[in-house]
């Protein structure tokens, strides 16, 4: 099975900042992009951030400038989370689109979330 694990979030205080990081494990042929969403009870899950195997780079209008999300490797990716507000309170998930053999097809798999709670 291809799973993705999340770690790293936490209480913190506004202002201060997170390192939010997300491992893939198990067997596959590639992945592509990843990336970090966020859900809050009653709303629908929004695109944070993303990163493409080339380097590039997406962000949310709201978290650009304070977010940064890195590729360490094809299976790992990290978010930091700086100058963190009241409103990035969310459940963080990973996300990963993976081909797990060369005659699948790419399918778009989820994280179980990491609770991320920003004080004020």
């Known amino acids: 099975q291809v799973q993705l694990v999340e770690s790293g979030g936490g209480l913190v205080q506004a202002g201060g900042s997170l390192r939010l990081s997300c491992a893939a494990s198990g067997l596959f042929f590639n992945i592509n992009g990843m990336g970090w969403y966020r859900q809050v009870p009653g709303k629908q899950r929004v695109l944070v951030a993303s990163i493409t195997n080339d380097g590039i780079t997406n962000y949310a209008d ?6 940064t999300i890195s590729r360490e490797n094809e ?3 990290h978010l930091q989370l700086n100058s963190l ?3 990035d309170t969310a459940v963080y998930y990973c996300n990963a689109e993976i081909k797990r053999t060369i005659v699948s097809a790419q399918r778009e798999y ?3 979330g990491t609770q991320v709670t920003v004080s004020s």
Request: hydrophobic share 25%.
């Open 110 to 112: 989820w994280g179980q």
């Open 75 to 77: 299976r790992t990716v």
């Open 85 to 87: 507000k009241p409103e």
């Open 62 to 67: 709201s978290v650009k400038g304070r977010f």
